[in-house]
């Protein structure tokens, strides 16, 4: 993996092209439960040392003003999810897969073919296999970069319900996303 790592940090390969790859590698197979534990770690004892103290203010601001915050990520929702929890935001992120997502959609096709008696059953199996979940590597929709986030944030929210549209960006795979705001930030900077 370094010899890719230098090629994005020289600019050949986009962080959006190289986070896939990564992930795939540090999560495939893992035990969800214990990987759930770790982003939890993560989001409580990392994620804050790392927070800018103006956004943190800014942050703070907004929750007081009242306003819908939502954070928006390719990051993953491994510690991202609960750290939005801790905070109290909404969140829209890049997703990990797990085996548990085939074993539901199992569930389905299972509750419209078969007879009641063999269904409680193989519930009762499946229930089981999605206690013991693993990551697949891959993620539920795609990497959440560049015009993804813009796109799924206008598919969740009706922007015109909102007087004004904030967004804050710190890389240009944020700039779509700023494209759709009001008042939007690259690095603290006011862009418009």
């Known amino acids: 993996m370094s010899p890719l790592y230098l090629l994005y940090k020289m600019g050949v390969i986009p962080a959006r092209k190289l986070r896939p790859f990564v992930s795939y590698c540090a999560f495939a197979g893992r035990d969800k439960q214990e990987v ?29 003003e009242g306003t819908s915050i939502v954070v928006v990520s390719a990051s993953l929702d491994l510690y991202l999810k609960p750290w939005c929890q801790i905070m109290g935001l909404e969140l829209i992120c890049s997703e990990m897969a797990t085996k548990q997502i085939a074993k539901q959609e199992q569930m389905q096709a299972l509750n419209q073919e078969l007879k009641q008696e063999l269904k409680q059953e193989l519930k009762q199996e499946l229930n089981q296999e999605l206690k013991n979940s693993r990551y697949t590597g891959f993620y539920v929709a795609g990497d959440c970069s560049c015009e ?15 007087s004004c549209i904030y967004a804050y960006g710190d890389t240009k795979e944020d700039l779509a996303m700023l494209a759709i705001a009001d008042k939007a930030y690259m690095q603290g900077v006011r862009q418009y």
Do not use: C, W
Not at 43 to 55: C, Q
Not at 148 to 162: C, G, I, M, P
């Open 148 to 162: 993804v986030k813009a796109s799924k944030v206008s598919e969740r929210f009706n922007l015109t319900d909102y």
């Open 36 to 64: 759930e534990r770790l982003g939890v770690e993560y989001a409580t004892k990392i994620i804050p040392r790392y927070l800018r103290p103006e956004m943190q203010h800014t942050l703070k601001q907004h929750q007081a």
